[in-house]
């Protein structure tokens, strides 16, 4: 299994990073701090770290700087609401291997993680499939029986999450925040609006209805 380690201090965030993660069959650890993040990141217990640089104690800069400093080549992605081009030049130079700013949807932290833990030796899954729907991970290709079909990137990152969970039923809640991230407004109805582009994209009958609870692809 792949172990993650999640460096960040708001508790919320940590937990919903770490929540999806095991949605998806990584193996995530939570720490809080940076001492515990250098102690944790040089164990080489890890695959990957996603990282905050506003962490207490030591700050993720540091803590970056100290595992880079032991030989570690073990992929870091940061994770924060530090979004200024100092701040990306600072991280991307120091070593990390992405730089990803808050807010942010899951989806496309679960894509930038797995693109940096990906192995150039060994074949991974590229394309989901289902009915005769289908999504190249790599080329961006959607196919619908075997006819091409053009999505937007929200359009793509909620069709992923539909062909990686076939028959099962996804709430709204959840669709919201894999697809739109953890800050979007609950209240909002944009899961309905892009359900029914897509829908229009893949045809209606794809995309089930199952009232009070959500959407089902079939």
């Known amino acids: 299994m792949t172990r993650i380690l999640v460096a960040e201090d ?9 929540k999806g993660l095991r949605a998806h069959g990584f193996v995530p ?3 809080s701090d940076g001492a515990s993040a250098v102690e944790h990141a ?7 770290m ?3 640089i506003g962490l207490p104690e030591v700050d993720g800069f540091e803590v970056l700087s100290r595992l880079r400093g032991s030989g570690s080549t073990m992929p870091v992605v ?13 991280g991307l130079e120091g070593g990390a291997d992405d730089y990803m700013a808050k807010p942010f949807g899951f989806e496309e932290l679960l894509a930038r993680i797995r693109l940096r833990l990906r192995d150039p030796g060994r074949a991974e899954q590229e394309v989901l499939e289902h009915g005769g ?8 290709r959607v196919t619908v029986e075997g006819r091409s079909v053009d999505l ?8 992923e999450v539909f062909l990686r969970n076939p028959g099962r039923v996804l709430s709204r809640e959840q669709l919201l925040s894999r697809v739109w991230g953890y800050d979007f407004d609950p209240g909002s109805n944009v899961v309905d609006v892009y359900v029914r582009y897509l829908r229009r994209k893949i045809g209606t009958e794809r995309i089930e209805t199952v009232r009070g609870m959500g959407y089902r692809l079939v």
């Open 10 to 18: 708001e508790d919320r965030i940590a937990q919903f990073v770490r």
């Open 133 to 140: 729907l289908g999504l190249d991970l790599g080329s961006r």
């Open 29 to 31: 650890t939570v720490v």
């Open 50 to 52: 996603v990282l905050d």
């Open 78 to 90: 940061i994770l924060t609401a530090r979004d200024s081009i100092t701040d990306r030049v600072t």
């Open 152 to 159: 937007s990137a929200r359009e793509f990152a909620l069709a």
């Open 42 to 48: 040089l164990s080489g217990e890890y695959d990957l």
